[in-house]
């Protein structure tokens, strides 16, 4: 599998979102080759403003591999993390990032802010954006077109 591949997935967990109206985000967090955890987001459902894809799929992780360090991780996220996300991939140590669209009202990656490899930080990731874009804005914008009928 390749990020095309993986990316297709955080897509399904972004799908899962929209069917519950929760904002379509998915995140797989995958080592070795192989998906450790996936999540989408939840804030809605579970009434948690940090119940964020990618908390969710960290936490998942952490628990199943019993540590907190995911060195060797790479997550994939269909939109640009926001500064609690981006935040939150620097302190458990994720090696790789790669997200799907931009998002340049709270993109804490590129856009707005650069958190993951800001030269202060203790800790860089490797980031990879772009990866399925196309997809991964159109369920963004088809979500909210909904909300707003």
């Not at 399904?12 to 080759?33: F, Q, S, T």
């Not at 302190?91 to 590129?110: F, H, M, Q, T």
């Amino acid at each position: 599998m390749d990020d095309y591949d993986y990316m297709g997935i955080a897509l399904e967990e972004a799908r899962k979102a929209y069917a519950i109206g929760e904002v379509p985000i998915g995140a797989v967090l995958v080592m070795d080759g192989a998906v450790v955890a996936k999540a989408h987001n939840r804030r809605e459902t579970w009434h948690d403003a940090t119940a964020h894809a990618e908390i969710i799929v960290i936490q998942q992780a952490c628990k199943l591999l019993g540590r907190w360090r995911l060195t060797g991780a790479a997550l994939y996220v269909t939109i640009e993390p926001c500064p609690m996300c981006a935040g939150a991939l620097v302190n458990s140590r994720i090696d790789r990032l790669v997200y799907g669209s931009a998002d340049y009202k709270a993109g804490a990656v590129e856009s707005l802010f650069n958190i993951v490899q800001h030269p202060a930080l203790n800790h860089r990731l490797e980031v990879t954006a772009g990866v399925r874009a196309d997809e991964c804005a159109e369920i963004m914008r088809d979500f909210f077109r909904q909300r707003r009928k």
